[in-house]
């Protein structure tokens, strides 16, 4: 998942709640194993649809359209190389905090959420295709994205989408560890060189800052295809610094190396919602998965994904339909 546009002033009220996850590396996912998929489509699946449906109301199921009803998958297109989000376990299987909530969603809709791999700045272009019915990667929602906007340019490139928000993130800046150059916030960054993944709001953030940059100082920034990568790259030594949605860098600092390898330097900013994006027209679809997550929050599988994960000050009280700015 992204991440993944600058919205500063709006996102300022979120920040000190999403940063309440960091506390000196013990923020995250001390329960990091397999997930359980269970993703049956039965009539047994249907009956858990009770948290989102009272007497008389369609049922989210209900909202489906057709085509995926008879069909009884749901295919995702992901990033799975953004830790703790999605990312592949030893044994090749799809975990993390977005798997675990679309097994959720996939019950109260009886059907079967297939998550299939892709770099992150190809996900929209997979949903206006067809290719995925769904974007779930960490995905930052912003009106650029939802109005089909070139965040660089601000000239319209694509139809935009709709999203579904469901989680709240900030966006961090790391380095070596014990090596932080005098880093602390985004514009001691001039001069110096950050790894990040292409497209990100980390990405637009590196780009908006070296436009500030005086003297001629601006910032060298890599992007590359995922933020693996990225990582890569800085534990070389080959950048000054990355920069990755909070929950992604804390894991990191938490796992790369035991712990060794990098820290979190200043405060996190740009705190905003990761929504499930669909492509413009799919109004029924929208409407269904958001009834879903509404549903998994109401009956508490949403809060059971999200403390798994260690990432609770991210959660949200109920699913918004395009409220990123």
Same mark, same amino acid.
């Given at each position: 998942?992204?991440?993944?546009?600058?919205?500063? +002033?709006?996102?300022?009220?979120?920040?000190?709640?999403?940063?309440?996850?960091?506390?000196?590396? %013990?923020?995250?996912?001390?329960?990091?194993?397999?997930?359980?998929?269970?993703?049956? /489509?039965?009539?047994?699946? #249907? +009956?858990?649809?009770?948290?989102?449906?009272?007497?008389?109301?369609?049922?989210?199921?209900d909202l489906l359209p057709a085509e995926i009803k008879s069909?009884?998958?749901?295919?995702?297109? /992901? !990033?799975?190389?953004?830790?703790?989000?999605?990312?592949?376990?030893?044994?090749?299987?799809?975990?993390?905090? !977005?798997?675990?909530?679309?097994?959720?969603?996939?019950? *109260?809709?009886?059907?079967?959420?297939?998550?299939?791999?892709?770099?992150?700045? +190809?996900?929209? %272009?997979?949903?206006? /295709?067809?290719?995925?019915?769904?974007?779930?990667?960490?995905?930052?929602? +912003?009106?650029?994205?939802?109005?089909?906007?070139?965040?660089? %340019?601000?000239?319209? =490139?694509?139809?935009?989408?709709?999203?579904?928000?469901?989680?709240?993130?900030?966006?961090?800046?790391?380095?070596?560890?014990?090596? !932080?150059?005098?880093?602390?916030?985004?514009?001691?960054?001039?001069?110096? #060189?950050?790894? =990040?993944?292409?497209?990100?709001?980390?990405?637009?953030?590196?780009?908006?800052?070296?436009?500030?940059?005086?003297?001629?100082?601006?910032?060298?920034?890599?992007?590359? !295809?995922?933020d693996l990568e990225a990582q890569t790259r800085l534990r070389?030594?080959?950048?000054?610094?990355? /920069?990755?949605?909070?929950?992604?860098?804390?894991?990191?600092?938490?796992?790369?190396?035991?712990?060794?390898?990098?820290?979190?330097?200043?405060?996190?900013?740009?705190?905003?919602?990761?929504?499930?994006?669909?492509? #413009?027209?799919?109004?029924?679809?929208?409407?269904?998965?958001?009834?879903?997550?509404?549903?998994?929050?109401?009956?508490?599988?949403?809060?059971?994904?999200?403390?798994?994960?260690?990432?609770?000050?991210?959660?949200?009280? *109920?699913?918004? =339909?395009?409220?990123?700015?």
């Amino acid at each position: 998942m992204t991440a993944r546009s600058t919205r500063r +002033t709006a996102a300022k009220s979120r920040i000190a709640a999403v940063g309440a996850i960091a506390v000196a590396g %013990t923020m995250l996912l001390t329960a990091c194993g397999d997930q359980t998929k269970n993703n049956d /489509s039965s009539g047994s699946a #249907k +009956t858990e649809t009770s948290a989102g449906a009272s007497a008389g109301t369609s049922s989210p199921a209900d909202l489906l359209p057709a085509e995926i009803k008879s069909k009884g998958v749901i295919k995702v297109g /992901s !990033d799975i190389a953004y830790p703790p989000v999605e990312f592949k376990d030893k044994s090749g299987k799809t975990v993390g905090i !977005d798997p675990d909530l679309a097994d959720a969603l996939g019950k *109260e809709l009886g059907v079967e959420f297939q998550f299939e791999n892709g770099t992150f700045d +190809t996900l929209i %272009t997979g949903l206006r /295709s067809k290719r995925y019915d769904l974007a779930m990667s960490a995905m930052t929602d +912003t009106k650029d994205r939802q109005e089909g906007i070139d965040p660089e %340019t601000k000239k319209k =490139v694509g139809e935009g989408v709709d999203f579904i928000d469901y989680f709240t993130a900030g966006v961090s800046i790391y380095t070596k560890k014990g090596d !932080d150059q005098g880093i602390k916030t985004w514009s001691d960054l001039c001069g110096k #060189k950050i790894a =990040v993944q292409r497209n990100t709001v980390s990405h637009d953030l590196a780009k908006a800052e070296s436009k500030k940059c005086s003297g001629g100082k601006k910032i060298a920034i890599e992007p590359y !295809d995922n933020d693996l990568e990225a990582q890569t790259r800085l534990r070389s030594g080959g950048a000054d610094a990355g /920069s990755s949605d909070f929950p992604v860098a804390a894991y990191a600092v938490k796992t790369s190396g035991g712990g060794k390898d990098f820290q979190i330097v200043g405060d996190q900013v740009e705190a905003a919602p990761y929504g499930i994006a669909v492509a #413009k027209g799919n109004d029924q679809l929208t409407k269904a998965v958001k009834a879903a997550m509404d549903a998994i929050i109401k009956s508490g599988e949403y809060e059971k994904v999200i403390a798994k994960w260690g990432v609770e000050a991210g959660a949200v009280t *109920e699913a918004k =339909v395009n409220g990123g700015s």
